[in-house]
């Protein structure tokens, strides 16, 4: 669906696509690029207007906060507060999939949009070369949720981007599949450190770097940063999550030694079933509304992060 003739540009992963894709944001315009996580819709972190596009080329809710990216850790000062155990996983993780909700700075330019009223700022470094490329080239910090339409599957490649927000978006940076394939870690602050959203950097990295367990905050506990919403990443189609088999009308999206439709490791690699699982449920989504059937995932290291995903992916459709 394009919004008043808008033609979504795709830009190569080169000087001249990195320059245009720079030009485009500082000048207000919506341009989706690539992280290690998944593709981000980015905006001008500090421009109300641009960030205000976001929400309404995804359709997301206004009270569903942002994170913003930026080129290096140091960067961070002039947005919010990092100290303590932030610093100490700061330090250990950036540039990386993992995201600080911290407490915002006063006077550091913020759309307020960004922060959905709240007083905090989920913050992230990414690790990809293009996306720091871009961040630097910018100059700005910029707000980028994952490049898709509210509640539906997140976008691994260019093309998954394209088939969703082709025609609401100027411009989709094309660096080809995206190596994690899961949105980031978000870790808040309570003040110690909470988990708020399991993700591409794996809970017990974490746990390792503070010496101890870190509490997890429920999903529907109220909205505090972004990826709480108990219904997202879902395809059209119908899952029926931790299947030994597939039910006569049901397509089998595999893990381990199975016989399925599409297998996400069969050799049971979580890591490579992680950089997999958006990629081929849009590719079952494609093919037909027939239900989905999924095998039970180990929920442990990324897996933890992959069964996340399939519960809300699973869940009743606000």
Known sequence: MSVDGLKTETL???AGGIARAASLLRDGALVSFPTETVYGLGADATNDRAVARIFEAKGRPRFNPLIIHLPTPEAVADFAILDGAAQDLAQAFWPGPLTLVLPMKPG???SKLVAAGLP?????????????ELLMATGRPIAAPSANPSGRISPSTAQHVLDGLSGRVEAVLDGGPCEVGLESTIVGFDPEPVLLRPGGLPTEAIEAALGGPIATRQINAGINAPGQLSSHYAPDAALRLNAETARPGERLLGFGHVEANLNLSPSGDLVEAAANLFRYLHQLDAEGDAPIAVSPIPDHGMGRAINDRLRRAAAPRD
């Open 12 to 14: 190569s992963a080169d």
């Open 108 to 110: 550091g330019g913020l």
């Open 120 to 132: 905090t700022v989920a913050v992230r470094v990414p690790a990809h070369p293009l996306a720091q």
